[in-house]
């Protein structure tokens, strides 16, 4: 999917929108995912498209990974595998072998080898790239990691003031992986494909 936002009032709005009552109360009555079944990675950082590079650009992604982790940890708590052993899995040989030589945290097969080492059902993949000081673009994905079916595959560009515009998309971008979680969790195999 892709969302474009060319103001931060209107990436505000659909932040309110996507945080409503009705949208807390049915997320709230779906089941809970199993402990450790989402194996969420570091927010991945390209900035060689940028036309200015800057040293502040790896804080932006460090930023991105903790309201990553901080958001799904709030939506669906213990499903989340532990972030060390995530971490871990994704540093070890045999599993890197899958990545050729790029970092784990934007390959697909190697963050599903991961995840499966893990026991998890799900891997949460994002990318952090900056196009100018005023212009990101946030991508991120939801992977089955039984199937590598990429349930989520969403692009987002924020304009704006970095901080603020990375805080407010990885958020929405939580909150959809959270409502997908759950809406797959205590489905029937058949339908979850």
Excluded at 32 to 56: H, I, K
Excluded at 114 to 131: E, Y
Excluded at 163 to 180: C, D, L, N, S, W
Aim: hydrophobic share 45%; with cysteine; proline share 5%.
């Amino acid at each position: 999917m892709y969302r474009r936002f060319t103001h931060p009032s209107a990436l505000c709005a659909l932040l309110l929108a996507a945080s409503t009552p009705l949208a807390a109360q049915s997320a709230a009555s779906r089941p809970d995912p199993p402990r450790g079944s989402v194996a969420v990675f570091d927010v991945a950082l390209y900035t060689a498209g940028a036309n200015v590079q800057e040293a502040t650009d790896t804080g932006h992604a460090a930023l991105a990974t903790s309201v990553l982790h901080g958001k799904l940890e709030e939506l669906l708590g213990p499903a989340l595998a532990d972030s060390a052993s995530v971490a871990t899995r994704a540093h070890a040989p045999e599993i890197r072998k899958t990545a050729g030589g790029q970092p784990c945290n934007v390959i697909v097969a190697c963050a599903q080898a991961a995840g499966r080492d893990l026991g998890a059902t799900w891997v949460v993949m994002a990318k952090l790239s900056k196009t100018s000081n005023l212009i990101w673009v946030l991508t991120g994905q939801l992977i089955n990691v039984q199937t590598g079916e990429i349930v989520m595959d969403d692009t987002t560009e924020l304009k704006g003031d970095p901080e603020t515009m990375v805080r407010a998309g990885v958020r929405i971008f939580a909150e959809r992986v959270a409502r997908a979680v759950k809406e797959h969790t205590g489905a029937p195999q058949a339908e979850r494909s």
